[in-house]
């Protein structure tokens, strides 16, 4: 399994971005399909899971502005980011877990600074 995220730069405060997450190979499903991130000095923290479609589990920090989804035709989960905040600023990384094993895509940096 291959994931490929990207989407990410430099946004200002109240800017709005969308990530990609492209998975290939042996891919089984979406469901399950998750956003990290981190930011200098922090652990990574969860952001957003896809469960299922129109069903998600988000960070309180990012509940309202940020909506994940799914493509299951190209095998893509989005992330779209609104209202973006400086503390949202960090490298954002995709993550699933199959068979017990878990995969993670390169990671995409995140700038909201005025």
């Known amino acids: 399994v291959q994931l490929q995220a990207s989407g990410g730069g430099l946004v200002q405060p109240g800017g709005s971005l969308r990530l990609s997450c492209a998975a290939s190979?042996?891919?089984?499903?979406?469901?399950?399909m998750t956003w990290y991130r981190q930011a200098p000095g922090k652990q990574r923290e969860l952001v957003a899971r896809?469960?299922?479609?129109?069903?998600?589990h988000y960070a309180e920090s990012v509940e309202g502005r940020f909506a994940i989804s799914g493509d299951r035709a190209k095998n893509v989960v989005y992330l779209e980011m609104n209202y973006l905040k400086p503390e949202d600023t960090a490298v954002y990384y995709c993550?699933?877990?199959?068979?017990?094993?878990?995969?993670w895509g390169q990671g995409t940096q995140v700038t909201v600074s005025s």
């Open positions: 993550n699933v877990v199959q068979l017990g094993f878990a995969y």
């Open positions: 190979g042996n891919i089984f499903t979406l469901d399950g």
């Open positions: 896809f469960i299922d479609d129109g069903i998600a």
